[in-house]
């Protein structure tokens, strides 16, 4: 399912260089409740090795170059492979166990999650959401994790849908700030911005412009979709 959103999000940024050119007539109200949100510290694995990056493999000899061949022609079953016992292929294989045993290094971030419920008899698709957190001090500019989730929302369904980011609250106000100077905490809520529909109808917070969002979004869907639910933006 998200491969298939994922290409029609591509699909939208090929054909009109940025999608949406003309403005979704902003609404008062969405169909798309928040019922519950918490953010919390987390661990995600990251790639064990780079994009493009292979593993080593055991060097090839002249003397052995068709040793797979003569050795289902000529050779008993269990036959050693002598590229097995050459100095590059103990190299490649201690590599490889050292590999193993590391496992994939995790990444220290933070887990936002929002469990919505959908009142439209439509399906939703594709939603766009953030996680604000409020200076008591300065509420009308408040920090904002936006996240772009590939994700179905069957008609007066609900669902948990969780991004990560490697920000968390603590990035959001300085030791300056009213709000740790007065004791007060920061305030939290979360915030649906977008929903596009299966059916290609669209609702948009009034108060939101997804041009701001213009080079994040690209960045978003530029590559592959993988296991994620969400991506940050």
């Given at each position: 399912?998200?491969?298939?959103?994922?290409?029609?999000?591509?699909?939208?940024?090929?054909?009109?260089?940025?999608?949406?050119?003309?403005?979704?007539?902003?609404?008062?109200?969405?169909?798309?409740?928040?019922?519950?949100?918490?953010?919390?510290?987390r661990s995600q694995p990251?790639?064990?090795?780079?994009?493009?990056?292979?593993?080593?493999?055991?060097?090839?000899?002249?003397?052995?170059?068709?040793?797979?061949?003569?050795?289902?022609?000529?050779?008993?079953?269990?036959?050693?492979?002598?590229?097995?016992?050459?100095?590059?292929?103990?190299?490649?294989?201690?590599?490889?166990?050292?590999?193993?045993?590391?496992?994939?290094?995790?990444?220290?971030?933070?887990?936002?999650?929002?469990?919505?419920?959908?009142?439209?008899?439509?399906?939703?698709?594709?939603?766009?959401?953030?996680?604000?957190?409020?200076?008591?001090?300065?509420?009308?500019?408040?920090?904002?994790?936006?996240?772009?989730?590939?994700?179905?929302?069957?008609?007066?369904?609900?669902?948990?849908?969780?991004?990560?980011?490697?920000s968390g609250p603590g990035?959001?106000?300085?030791?300056?700030?009213?709000?740790?100077?007065?004791?007060?905490?920061?305030?939290?809520?979360?915030?649906?911005?977008?929903?596009?529909?299966?059916?290609?109808?669209?609702?948009?917070?009034?108060?939101?412009?997804?041009?701001?969002?213009?080079?994040?979004?690209?960045?978003?869907?530029?590559?592959?979709?993988?296991?994620?639910?969400?991506?940050?933006?």
């Amino acid at each position: 399912m998200r491969n298939t959103m994922f290409l029609l999000l591509i699909s939208s940024v090929s054909m009109s260089g940025f999608p949406y050119q003309n403005p979704v007539p902003p609404q008062e109200s969405s169909s798309m409740e928040v019922l519950e949100f918490k953010w919390f510290k987390r661990s995600q694995p990251a790639e064990q090795l780079e994009a493009g990056q292979a593993q080593p493999v055991g060097a090839v000899q002249p003397a052995n170059k068709n040793f797979q061949r003569n050795m289902r022609v000529n050779q008993s079953r269990g036959a050693r492979d002598p590229t097995a016992d050459t100095l590059d292929s103990r190299s490649a294989e201690l590599e490889r166990s050292v590999q193993e045993s590391r496992g994939p290094k995790p990444v220290d971030g933070f887990a936002y999650r929002v469990k919505v419920k959908n009142g439209s008899p439509k399906v939703a698709d594709i939603v766009f959401w953030e996680y604000q957190f409020i200076d008591p001090s300065n509420p009308g500019t408040p920090a904002r994790r936006q996240f772009l989730c590939a994700v179905k929302v069957e008609s007066n369904k609900s669902k948990e849908i969780q991004g990560f980011s490697l920000s968390g609250p603590g990035d959001v106000v300085s030791a300056a700030s009213g709000a740790i100077a007065s004791g007060k905490l920061l305030q939290e809520q979360a915030v649906i911005n977008r929903v596009e529909y299966i059916d290609g109808s669209i609702w948009q917070r009034k108060d939101w412009n997804f041009a701001e969002i213009k080079q994040s979004y690209l960045r978003a869907v530029g590559a592959p979709w993988g296991k994620e639910m969400c991506r940050v933006l």
